[in-house]
Nanobody
Framework: VQLQASGGGLVQPGGSLRLSCVAYGLTLVYYDVGWFRQAPGKEREGVSFISTSDGTTHYADSVKGRFTVSRDNAKNTVYLQMNSLKPEDTAVYYC???????????????????WGKGTQVTVSS
C-alpha cells in the first residue's frame, strides 16, 4: 500500500493550491481519507476528512470555509483544494487512509492507519 501526496509549493498569502493524494495497491473508493499537516515544532493537525460511504466531509475549524476535500474514484485520487491561504497554513501535508469506519472528527484527532509521504506547502510573500 502506498499513498503519494503532491501539489505543494510556494504560494503568496491569499493564493490557492490543490493537493492530490494518489493510492497505489488499494482502491480508495473503499477507504476513508484524511488530510493532515505538521509544521516545524508543532504537533500534527488533522485538516480534512472524506468518507467512503456517503462522501461526508469534516474540517478542522482552522480551515473551514477555505479548504475543500473531494474524491475522484475513477482516478483513485483524493484532492484538497486550499484557497485563501495564510502563512499559518505552512506545513508538510500528508494524506492518510483507513477502513475503520470511525467518524471524521475521530480520525482527525487520532490519525489513520496508512500514511503517505508528505508534500511541503509554504505560504509566504
Amino acid at each position: 500500500v502506498q499513498l503519494q501526496a503532491s501539489g505543494g509549493g510556494l504560494v503568496q498569502p491569499g493564493g490557492s493550491l490543490r493537493l492530490s493524494c494518489v493510492a497505489y495497491g488499494l482502491t480508495l473508493v473503499y477507504y476513508d481519507v484524511g488530510w493532515f499537516r505538521q509544521a516545524p515544532g508543532k504537533e500534527r493537525e488533522g485538516v480534512s476528512f472524506i468518507s467512503t460511504s456517503d462522501g461526508t466531509t469534516h474540517y478542522a475549524d482552522s480551515v473551514k470555509g477555505r479548504f475543500t476535500v473531494s474524491r475522484d474514484n475513477a482516478k483513485n485520487t483524493v484532492y484538497l483544494q486550499m484557497n485563501s491561504l495564510k502563512p499559518e497554513d505552512t506545513a508538510v501535508y500528508y494524506c492518510a487512509t483507513d477502513r475503520g469506519g470511525y467518524s471524521g472528527s475521530y480520525y482527525l484527532k487520532y490519525g489513520m492507519n496508512y500514511w503517505g509521504k508528505g508534500t511541503q506547502v509554504t505560504v509566504s510573500s
